[in-house]
């Protein structure tokens, strides 16, 4: 059974950093591409970065230079540092995973910008 466990998540001030972190169930883990996205109050859940299985990354403009991922296949773990966390950058963040037969996410953990 896959799942993923996402925590990390809570409340700081604007400027201010969290990592959040991602435990994933899933036997093929190494080779698979993983994603965070996240889900602001009152809208659409939105992709905030991947990470490929040859290493590569990427990420949406708007958290490009203060978000990093990185993936630990060792632990099985997925991690979103964010820096630099702005007013707009309240969300439910998930973890996401595409298997060849379905998707996968996880719960979610809230993150709070205020001062």
């Known amino acids: 059974q896959v799942q993923l466990v996402e925590s990390g998540g809570g409340l700081v001030q604007p400027g201010g950093s969290l990592r959040l972190s991602c435990a994933v169930s899933l036997s093929s883990f190494n080779i698979r591409p993983m994603a965070w996205y996240r889900q602001p109050p009152g809208k659409g859940r939105v992709w905030v970065a991947s990470f490929f299985s040859g290493g590569g990354t990427k990420y949406a403009d708007f958290v490009k230079g203060r978000f990093t991922i990185s993936k630990d296949n060792a632990k099985n773990m997925v991690y979103l540092e964010m820096n630099s966390l702005k007013p707009e950058d309240p969300a439910v963040y998930y973890c996401?995973?595409?298997?060849?037969?379905?998707?996968?996410w996880g719960q979610g953990t809230q993150v709070t910008v205020s001062s």
């Open positions: 996401y995973v595409a298997t060849g037969s379905r998707d996968y």
